[in-house]
Protein backbone atom coordinates (compact mmCIF):
# COMPACT_ATOMS: atom_id res chain seq x y z
CA UNK A 1 0.00 0.00 0.00
CA UNK A 2 3.02 2.32 -0.90
CA UNK A 3 3.33 4.97 -2.90
CA UNK A 4 6.65 6.05 -2.78
CA UNK A 5 8.41 6.76 -6.18
CA UNK A 6 11.28 4.60 -7.15
CA UNK A 7 14.78 5.72 -8.11
CA UNK A 8 15.44 6.09 -11.56
CA UNK A 9 17.59 3.41 -12.91
CA UNK A 10 20.56 3.01 -14.89
CA UNK A 11 19.40 0.25 -17.27
CA UNK A 12 19.86 0.60 -20.63
CA UNK A 13 16.88 2.66 -22.86
CA UNK A 14 15.74 0.30 -25.12
CA UNK A 15 11.96 -1.64 -24.93
CA UNK A 16 8.81 -0.23 -23.42
CA UNK A 17 9.19 -1.88 -20.34
CA UNK A 18 13.00 -0.63 -19.94
CA UNK A 19 11.76 2.76 -20.32
CA UNK A 20 9.32 2.66 -18.38
CA UNK A 21 10.94 0.88 -15.51
CA UNK A 22 13.42 3.83 -15.90
CA UNK A 23 11.11 6.79 -14.78
CA UNK A 24 10.49 8.22 -11.54
CA UNK A 25 7.13 6.99 -11.32
CA UNK A 26 6.04 3.78 -13.20
CA UNK A 27 3.02 4.15 -15.47
CA UNK A 28 0.39 1.71 -14.10
CA UNK A 29 1.46 0.87 -10.84
CA UNK A 30 -1.23 3.78 -9.73
CA UNK A 31 -4.35 2.04 -11.46
CA UNK A 32 -3.17 -1.21 -10.14
CA UNK A 33 -2.94 0.46 -6.36
CA UNK A 34 -6.05 2.10 -7.18
CA UNK A 35 -7.61 -1.33 -8.70
CA UNK A 36 -6.75 -2.72 -5.23
CA UNK A 37 -7.99 -0.55 -3.00
CA UNK A 38 -11.29 -0.26 -4.54
CA UNK A 39 -11.77 -4.06 -4.77
CA UNK A 40 -11.05 -4.02 -0.81
CA UNK A 41 -13.40 -0.72 -0.09
CA UNK A 42 -16.29 -3.19 -2.07
CA UNK A 43 -15.46 -6.48 -0.06
CA UNK A 44 -15.40 -4.44 3.18
CA UNK A 45 -18.41 -1.88 2.36
CA UNK A 46 -21.27 -5.46 2.91
CA UNK A 47 -23.29 -3.16 -0.27
CA UNK A 48 -22.67 -6.15 -2.63
CA UNK A 49 -22.70 -9.15 -0.47
CA UNK A 50 -25.15 -11.82 -1.61
CA UNK A 51 -25.37 -15.60 -2.40
CA UNK A 52 -23.33 -15.79 -5.70
CA UNK A 53 -19.68 -15.52 -5.76
CA UNK A 54 -17.58 -12.59 -4.68
CA UNK A 55 -15.93 -11.42 -7.80
CA UNK A 56 -14.45 -8.52 -6.35
CA UNK A 57 -12.64 -9.64 -3.41
CA UNK A 58 -11.03 -7.70 -0.77
CA UNK A 59 -8.43 -10.34 0.05
CA UNK A 60 -6.92 -10.02 -3.86
CA UNK A 61 -6.94 -6.55 -3.32
CA UNK A 62 -4.52 -7.16 -0.19
CA UNK A 63 -2.77 -9.43 -2.28
CA UNK A 64 -2.36 -7.19 -5.26
CA UNK A 65 -0.18 -4.53 -2.53
CA UNK A 66 1.52 -7.06 -1.12
CA UNK A 67 3.06 -7.97 -4.48
CA UNK A 68 3.40 -4.69 -5.37
CA UNK A 69 5.59 -3.79 -2.23
CA UNK A 70 7.62 -6.63 -2.61
CA UNK A 71 8.40 -5.58 -6.28
CA UNK A 72 8.88 -2.03 -5.35
CA UNK A 73 11.11 -2.38 -2.71
CA UNK A 74 13.08 -4.65 -4.08
CA UNK A 75 13.66 -2.79 -7.12
CA UNK A 76 14.59 0.34 -5.48
CA UNK A 77 17.16 -1.45 -3.34
CA UNK A 78 18.97 -3.33 -6.42
CA UNK A 79 18.84 -0.29 -8.44
CA UNK A 80 20.67 1.62 -4.94
CA UNK A 81 23.39 -1.55 -4.79
CA UNK A 82 23.99 -1.30 -8.83
CA UNK A 83 24.94 2.61 -8.08
CA UNK A 84 26.25 2.55 -4.99
CA UNK A 85 27.79 -0.78 -4.61
CA UNK A 86 25.30 -1.34 -0.66
CA UNK A 87 22.40 -1.11 0.39
CA UNK A 88 21.88 2.17 3.19
CA UNK A 89 19.91 0.11 5.38
CA UNK A 90 19.80 3.85 7.28
CA UNK A 91 18.30 5.81 4.64
CA UNK A 92 16.00 2.66 3.59
CA UNK A 93 14.10 3.04 7.45
CA UNK A 94 14.19 6.45 7.39
CA UNK A 95 12.00 6.70 4.08
CA UNK A 96 9.80 3.98 5.26
CA UNK A 97 9.15 5.60 8.60
CA UNK A 98 8.19 8.76 6.50
CA UNK A 99 6.00 7.36 4.29
CA UNK A 100 3.75 4.91 6.68
CA UNK A 101 4.30 5.79 9.73
CA UNK A 102 2.81 10.11 11.18
CA UNK A 103 -0.36 9.26 8.93
CA UNK A 104 -0.44 5.61 10.51
CA UNK A 105 -0.05 7.18 14.33
CA UNK A 106 -2.74 9.78 13.66
CA UNK A 107 -5.01 7.71 12.40
CA UNK A 108 -4.74 5.56 15.63
CA UNK A 109 -4.97 8.71 17.53
CA UNK A 110 -8.06 9.92 15.51
CA UNK A 111 -10.43 6.52 16.11
CA UNK A 112 -9.30 6.45 19.53
CA UNK A 113 -10.20 9.66 20.34
CA UNK A 114 -13.09 8.98 18.48
CA UNK A 115 -14.18 5.90 20.40
CA UNK A 116 -13.62 7.58 24.11
CA UNK A 117 -15.62 10.95 23.39
CA UNK A 118 -18.27 8.58 21.96
CA UNK A 119 -18.07 5.95 25.43
CA UNK A 120 -17.50 3.25 22.97
CA UNK A 121 -15.05 1.07 24.13
CA UNK A 122 -11.40 0.99 23.27
CA UNK A 123 -9.44 -2.46 21.68
CA UNK A 124 -6.84 -1.43 24.01
CA UNK A 125 -5.17 -5.06 23.41
CA UNK A 126 -4.94 -4.42 19.25
CA UNK A 127 -4.29 -0.61 19.56
CA UNK A 128 -1.31 -1.37 21.61
CA UNK A 129 -0.34 -4.35 19.09
CA UNK A 130 -0.77 -2.09 16.37
CA UNK A 131 1.58 0.72 17.47
CA UNK A 132 4.49 -1.49 17.50
CA UNK A 133 2.99 -3.01 13.98
CA UNK A 134 2.13 -6.65 15.83
CA UNK A 135 -1.53 -6.39 15.38
CA UNK A 136 -1.20 -9.28 12.43
CA UNK A 137 0.11 -11.69 15.50
CA UNK A 138 -2.24 -10.57 18.20
CA UNK A 139 -5.38 -10.95 15.50
CA UNK A 140 -3.55 -14.63 14.78
CA UNK A 141 -3.52 -15.80 18.26
CA UNK A 142 -6.37 -13.91 20.13
CA UNK A 143 -9.21 -13.58 16.83
CA UNK A 144 -9.89 -11.31 15.09
CA UNK A 145 -13.29 -8.78 15.99
CA UNK A 146 -14.10 -5.72 13.46
CA UNK A 147 -12.83 -2.19 14.67
CA UNK A 148 -11.21 0.81 13.31
CA UNK A 149 -8.01 -1.23 13.25
CA UNK A 150 -8.68 -4.58 12.40
CA UNK A 151 -7.79 -4.21 8.69
CA UNK A 152 -4.19 -2.77 9.70
CA UNK A 153 -2.63 -6.39 10.03
CA UNK A 154 -1.62 -6.16 6.66
CA UNK A 155 -0.15 -2.95 7.55
CA UNK A 156 1.63 -4.86 10.39
CA UNK A 157 2.93 -7.61 7.98
CA UNK A 158 4.21 -5.15 5.50
CA UNK A 159 6.53 -3.17 8.12
CA UNK A 160 7.71 -6.43 9.35
CA UNK A 161 8.93 -7.34 6.08
CA UNK A 162 10.09 -4.05 5.36
CA UNK A 163 12.41 -4.86 8.44
CA UNK A 164 13.44 -8.12 7.59
CA UNK A 165 14.02 -8.21 3.84
CA UNK A 166 16.22 -5.80 3.69
CA UNK A 167 18.81 -7.08 5.95
CA UNK A 168 18.35 -10.38 4.02
CA UNK A 169 18.82 -9.28 0.67
CA UNK A 170 22.55 -7.18 1.89
CA UNK A 171 23.35 -10.50 3.37
CA UNK A 172 22.18 -13.02 0.29
CA UNK A 173 24.21 -10.13 -1.98
CA UNK A 174 27.17 -10.19 -0.34
CA UNK A 175 27.06 -14.03 0.07
CA UNK A 176 26.84 -13.54 -3.77
CA UNK A 177 24.16 -15.97 -3.99
CA UNK A 178 21.71 -16.21 -7.14
CA UNK A 179 18.87 -13.76 -5.97
CA UNK A 180 16.43 -16.01 -8.22
CA UNK A 181 16.93 -19.51 -6.87
CA UNK A 182 17.17 -18.38 -3.73
CA UNK A 183 13.84 -16.33 -3.18
CA UNK A 184 12.07 -19.57 -5.20
CA UNK A 185 13.65 -21.77 -2.62
CA UNK A 186 12.16 -19.79 -0.03
CA UNK A 187 8.58 -19.15 -1.87
CA UNK A 188 8.47 -23.42 -1.97
CA UNK A 189 9.12 -23.60 1.42
CA UNK A 190 6.04 -21.03 2.26
CA UNK A 191 3.97 -22.88 -0.07
CA UNK A 192 4.19 -26.52 1.42
CA UNK A 193 4.18 -24.93 5.33
CA UNK A 194 1.24 -22.80 4.71
CA UNK A 195 -0.69 -25.61 2.66
CA UNK A 196 0.50 -28.01 5.56
CA UNK A 197 -0.59 -26.03 8.49
CA UNK A 198 -4.12 -25.67 6.94
CA UNK A 199 -4.58 -29.37 5.77
CA UNK A 200 -2.99 -30.82 8.94
CA UNK A 201 -5.20 -28.34 11.06
CA UNK A 202 -1.92 -26.73 12.69
CA UNK A 203 -3.05 -23.11 12.86
CA UNK A 204 -5.94 -21.02 13.03
CA UNK A 205 -7.65 -19.58 9.95
CA UNK A 206 -7.19 -16.25 11.89
CA UNK A 207 -3.34 -17.22 12.66
CA UNK A 208 -2.76 -17.97 8.61
CA UNK A 209 -4.59 -15.69 7.54
CA UNK A 210 -2.15 -12.87 8.92
CA UNK A 211 1.01 -14.36 10.01
CA UNK A 212 3.80 -13.35 8.06
CA UNK A 213 5.90 -16.42 7.87
CA UNK A 214 2.25 -17.38 6.07
CA UNK A 215 1.85 -14.50 3.73
CA UNK A 216 5.20 -13.97 3.09
CA UNK A 217 5.37 -15.47 -0.42
CA UNK A 218 3.17 -12.67 -1.78
CA UNK A 219 5.65 -10.31 -1.02
CA UNK A 220 8.77 -12.31 -2.54
CA UNK A 221 7.32 -13.08 -5.44
CA UNK A 222 6.99 -9.45 -5.99
CA UNK A 223 10.73 -9.74 -5.00
CA UNK A 224 11.14 -12.06 -7.59
CA UNK A 225 10.00 -10.20 -10.18
CA UNK A 226 12.18 -7.37 -9.31
CA UNK A 227 15.02 -9.45 -9.59
CA UNK A 228 13.77 -11.33 -12.68
CA UNK A 229 13.33 -7.80 -14.50
CA UNK A 230 16.88 -6.61 -14.23
CA UNK A 231 17.87 -9.25 -17.30
CA UNK A 232 16.98 -7.49 -20.10
CA UNK A 233 16.35 -10.99 -21.41
CA UNK A 234 13.04 -11.15 -19.31
CA UNK A 235 11.99 -8.03 -20.03
CA UNK A 236 12.04 -8.57 -23.64
CA UNK A 237 10.26 -11.74 -22.90
CA UNK A 238 7.73 -9.49 -21.77
CA UNK A 239 7.50 -7.43 -24.48
CA UNK A 240 6.87 -9.96 -27.01
CA UNK A 241 4.53 -11.34 -24.66
CA UNK A 242 2.45 -8.97 -24.80
CA UNK A 243 2.59 -7.73 -28.10
CA UNK A 244 1.92 -11.18 -28.81
CA UNK A 245 -1.23 -11.77 -26.71
CA UNK A 246 -2.51 -8.21 -26.06
CA UNK A 247 -5.75 -10.36 -24.22
CA UNK A 248 -3.03 -11.63 -21.76
CA UNK A 249 -3.94 -9.14 -19.38
CA UNK A 250 -7.56 -9.56 -19.29
CA UNK A 251 -6.90 -13.05 -19.14
CA UNK A 252 -5.05 -12.65 -15.86
CA UNK A 253 -7.37 -10.57 -14.33
CA UNK A 254 -10.23 -12.94 -14.91
CA UNK A 255 -8.30 -15.82 -13.19
CA UNK A 256 -7.82 -13.30 -10.03
CA UNK A 257 -11.10 -12.79 -10.05
CA UNK A 258 -12.44 -16.08 -10.43
CA UNK A 259 -10.07 -17.86 -8.20
CA UNK A 260 -10.72 -15.14 -5.13
CA UNK A 261 -14.78 -16.12 -5.23
CA UNK A 262 -13.53 -19.76 -4.28
CA UNK A 263 -12.16 -17.57 -0.91
CA UNK A 264 -14.17 -19.01 1.39
CA UNK A 265 -13.22 -22.99 1.11
CA UNK A 266 -10.02 -22.44 3.21
CA UNK A 267 -7.97 -25.99 1.83
CA UNK A 268 -8.27 -24.05 -1.59
CA UNK A 269 -7.37 -20.69 -0.14
CA UNK A 270 -4.44 -21.69 1.60
CA UNK A 271 -3.14 -24.48 -0.53
CA UNK A 272 -4.26 -23.52 -4.29
CA UNK A 273 -5.65 -19.94 -4.75
CA UNK A 274 -2.51 -18.11 -2.38
CA UNK A 275 -0.14 -19.48 -5.10
CA UNK A 276 -2.35 -19.07 -8.13
CA UNK A 277 -3.47 -15.19 -7.62
CA UNK A 278 0.08 -13.44 -6.43
CA UNK A 279 1.61 -15.49 -9.75
CA UNK A 280 -1.08 -14.14 -11.36
CA UNK A 281 -0.47 -10.91 -10.20
CA UNK A 282 3.11 -10.82 -10.83
CA UNK A 283 2.68 -12.37 -14.29
CA UNK A 284 0.03 -8.80 -14.94
CA UNK A 285 2.39 -6.19 -13.45
CA UNK A 286 4.97 -5.73 -16.33
CA UNK A 287 2.21 -6.47 -19.02
CA UNK A 288 0.08 -3.76 -17.40
CA UNK A 289 3.37 -1.60 -17.10
CA UNK A 290 3.82 -1.79 -20.76
CA UNK A 291 0.22 -1.35 -21.77
CA UNK A 292 0.78 2.35 -19.54
CA UNK A 293 3.81 3.29 -21.00
CA UNK A 294 2.01 2.55 -24.97
CA UNK A 295 0.43 5.39 -24.53
CA UNK A 296 -2.08 4.69 -27.27
CA UNK A 297 -5.46 3.75 -26.88
CA UNK A 298 -8.11 4.62 -24.49
CA UNK A 299 -6.97 1.56 -22.08
CA UNK A 300 -3.63 3.90 -21.71
CA UNK A 301 -5.33 6.79 -21.57
CA UNK A 302 -7.62 5.71 -18.38
CA UNK A 303 -4.92 4.08 -16.84
CA UNK A 304 -2.52 6.95 -17.03
CA UNK A 305 -5.48 9.66 -16.24
CA UNK A 306 -4.73 11.99 -13.61
CA UNK A 307 -8.24 10.87 -11.58
CA UNK A 308 -6.34 7.31 -11.68
CA UNK A 309 -2.90 8.81 -10.77
CA UNK A 310 -4.12 10.53 -7.67
CA UNK A 311 -6.53 7.34 -5.91
CA UNK A 312 -3.41 5.12 -6.29
CA UNK A 313 -1.28 7.88 -4.74
CA UNK A 314 -4.00 8.44 -1.80
CA UNK A 315 -4.59 4.55 -2.09
CA UNK A 316 -2.80 4.04 1.37
CA UNK A 317 -4.90 6.53 3.25
CA UNK A 318 -7.78 5.42 1.19
CA UNK A 319 -6.97 2.05 2.70
CA UNK A 320 -6.21 2.95 6.08
CA UNK A 321 -8.93 5.63 6.68
CA UNK A 322 -11.78 3.27 5.11
CA UNK A 323 -12.85 1.13 8.35
CA UNK A 324 -13.30 3.96 10.57
CA UNK A 325 -15.43 5.99 7.63
CA UNK A 326 -16.64 3.81 5.10
CA UNK A 327 -19.26 1.66 6.29
CA UNK A 328 -20.81 4.61 8.88
CA UNK A 329 -20.92 7.27 5.81
CA UNK A 330 -22.47 4.84 3.05
CA UNK A 331 -25.29 3.75 5.48
CA UNK A 332 -26.48 6.89 5.82
CA UNK A 333 -26.07 8.02 2.38
CA UNK A 334 -27.31 5.11 1.09
CA UNK A 335 -30.89 6.20 3.22
CA UNK A 336 -30.72 9.24 2.13
CA UNK A 337 -30.56 8.08 -1.60
CA UNK A 338 -32.58 5.36 -1.81
CA UNK A 339 -29.86 3.57 -3.18
CA UNK A 340 -27.03 1.37 -1.88
CA UNK A 341 -24.78 1.91 -5.06
CA UNK A 342 -25.32 5.45 -5.20
CA UNK A 343 -24.84 5.94 -1.51
CA UNK A 344 -21.26 3.43 -1.81
CA UNK A 345 -20.36 5.80 -4.55
CA UNK A 346 -20.53 8.75 -2.86
CA UNK A 347 -19.35 7.34 0.19
CA UNK A 348 -16.35 6.59 -1.51
CA UNK A 349 -15.39 9.82 -3.36
CA UNK A 350 -15.71 11.39 -0.42
CA UNK A 351 -13.47 8.83 1.36
CA UNK A 352 -10.90 9.50 -1.36
CA UNK A 353 -10.87 12.88 -1.42
CA UNK A 354 -10.08 13.23 2.22
CA UNK A 355 -7.15 10.62 1.51
CA UNK A 356 -5.80 12.50 -0.97
CA UNK A 357 -5.83 15.92 0.75
CA UNK A 358 -4.10 14.10 4.13
CA UNK A 359 -1.92 12.49 1.32
CA UNK A 360 -0.90 16.36 -0.34
CA UNK A 361 -1.08 18.15 2.89
CA UNK A 362 0.20 16.28 5.78
CA UNK A 363 1.65 13.05 4.81
CA UNK A 364 3.82 14.83 1.60
CA UNK A 365 4.94 17.55 4.01
CA UNK A 366 6.25 15.30 6.70
CA UNK A 367 7.65 12.86 4.70
CA UNK A 368 9.82 15.91 3.00
CA UNK A 369 11.10 17.30 6.34
CA UNK A 370 11.70 13.76 7.74
CA UNK A 371 13.40 12.44 4.69
CA UNK A 372 13.93 15.19 1.64
CA UNK A 373 15.36 13.01 -0.82
CA UNK A 374 12.66 10.62 -0.63
Request: aromatic fraction near 14%; charge should be positive.
Amino acid sequence: MDGSKPVTTNIEQTGSLTRALATSRIPGLDFLRALAVFAVLVDHSGAFTGDGPNLFNGATGVQMFFVLSGFLITWMLLDETQRKGRIDLRAFYLRRFARLMPVFYAYVLVGTGMLLLAHKVVPWGALAASLVYGLNYYQGLNGAPTHFLSHCWSLAVEEQFYFIWPLTLAFLLRAGVRLDKSIVILLLCVWVYRAGAQLLGLASDEYIYRALEMRADHLLIGCLLAVLLKQASVRSWFERIQAKYPWLLLVLFAVLSISGSFDGNLNYRYSVGYIIEPIATTLLLPLLIICAQNNGGPFAWFVNSSLVVKVGQASYGIYLFHQLLLYSMQTRLAAWTHSPLIGFLIAVTILSVLAHLSYTYFEMPIRRRLHPKS
